[in-house]
């Protein structure tokens, strides 16, 4: 049974349009760098409306219209997990979670990762895969999914806003167990993604607050106490790799130095859900059956490097707080919290 037509947060109905499968994530970036080169001619040359913005506005903006997100959730029903017993158990063995029969969220992520991003490299999307920050994630599992479910995975763009860098604009991606006559999503993460040089149509990005980003400006070294760590990783240079092959994220800044530098980066670096589902694992089994799962991203993670982690009860004694940081220099990498539902 398929669910009821979704909106965004704000409530803005979405047209539904149905995928056969699952995409891969090959194809969308080869989709997403043509779509990029589109939207960087479109700012550069706004006399020349063919190239677009995305849908039409009524705005006017440096780029010659209003950026305006399209109105479209995509849909794949039927996603049979039966046949990932190999996929998942890989995937646990990386991020060292326990090898069970359990989709963890983080896993669904993946699941849900390649819809999501099909949605941005639509051509009436009007912001550029390239170049893109990944600022933060907030996701719910509000149940187990195991394996052998039958899914309904949704996703759709919404809650465009300013930063003070550009834009900022949520990703949402659903998953819904086909046998639930409720048609309520079992899994929910919304991605936070940042475009700079941008701005938000009918607002003043200055003095705009956002959590922190791959950003130059950070406090100096020393200002931040990180806690007594938990844990330490010992991540190699073929980490990104191992990553991108269960993912199926291949980006060139993950995979070694080489393709790195191509886009400003001195080595290669982690993903920011590896390092984000690593430490999930590292809660480990007090987080429950459903939880909410929260992360920032700040300086990214080189590699090879090694990562201090502190996980801790929260402060208000309701689930975890965890950082991750580099010891040497004290820079935060990432923070976020796990919360049981």
């Known amino acids: 049974m398929t669910a009821a037509t979704p909106a965004t947060g704000a409530g803005d109905p979405l047209r539904v349009e149905s995928l056969p499968t699952l995409p891969g994530l090959g194809g969308l970036y080869a989709r997403g760098a043509a779509s990029s080169g589109r939207i960087a001619a479109g700012r550069a040359l706004p006399g020349l409306p063919v190239i677009g913005y995305g849908r039409a506005g009524d705005g006017d903006d440096d780029g010659g219209g209003t950026l305006v997100l399209?109105?479209?959730?995509?849909?794949?029903t039927g996603v049979a997990t039966a046949g990932m017993t190999a996929h998942l158990h890989d995937y646990q063995r990386l991020l060292h979670e326990p090898v069970t029969d359990v989709l963890s969220a983080g896993y669904l992520h993946v699941l849900a990762f390649p819809l999501a991003t099909a949605v941005m490299v639509r051509p009436d999307f009007p912001l550029p895969l390239l170049g893109m920050v990944h600022l933060a994630n907030a996701v719910e599992l509000r149940g187990p999914v195991q394996l052998g479910d039958v899914l309904e995975v949704r996703a759709w763009a919404e809650n465009l806003r300013p930063h003070r860098r550009g834009v900022q604009v949520d990703l949402v991606a659903e998953v819904r167990r086909a046998d639930d006559p409720a048609g309520v999503p079992?899994?929910?993460?919304?991605?936070?993604?940042?475009?700079?040089?941008?701005?938000?149509?009918?607002?003043?990005?200055?003095?705009?607050?956002?959590?922190?980003?791959?950003?130059?400006?950070?406090?100096?070294?020393?200002?931040w106490a990180p806690p007594l760590p938990t844990g330490r990783w010992a991540l190699g240079p073929g980490t990104g790799r191992a990553y991108g092959a269960v993912s199926g994220d291949r980006n060139p800044i993950h995979l070694s130095a080489l393709s790195a530098k191509a886009f400003g980066f001195p080595r290669?670096?982690?993903?920011?859900?590896?390092?984000?589902?690593?430490?999930?694992?590292?809660?480990?089994?007090?987080?429950?059956?459903?939880?909410?799962?929260?992360?920032?991203?700040?300086?990214?993670?080189?590699?090879?490097?090694?990562?201090?982690?502190?996980?801790?009860?929260?402060?208000?004694g309701v689930g975890f707080d965890y950082v991750g940081w580099n010891g040497g220099r004290r820079i935060k990498h990432f923070e976020g919290s796990v919360t049981p539902l």
């Open 70 to 76: 399209p109105d479209v959730a995509y849909q794949v």
């Open 186 to 223: 079992v899994w929910r993460g919304v991605s936070t993604y940042l475009a700079k040089g941008f701005e938000a149509p009918g607002t003043e990005p200055a003095g705009v607050t956002e959590p922190e980003d791959a950003a130059e400006d950070r406090a100096p070294v020393g200002t």
């Open 268 to 316: 290669a670096i982690a993903h920011g859900m590896y390092t984000a589902a690593r430490a999930l694992a590292d809660v480990g089994h007090a987080r429950g059956e459903a939880y909410r799962w929260t992360v920032r991203f700040a300086k990214p993670v080189l590699l090879p490097g090694t990562v201090d982690v502190a996980v801790t009860p929260a402060a208000d």
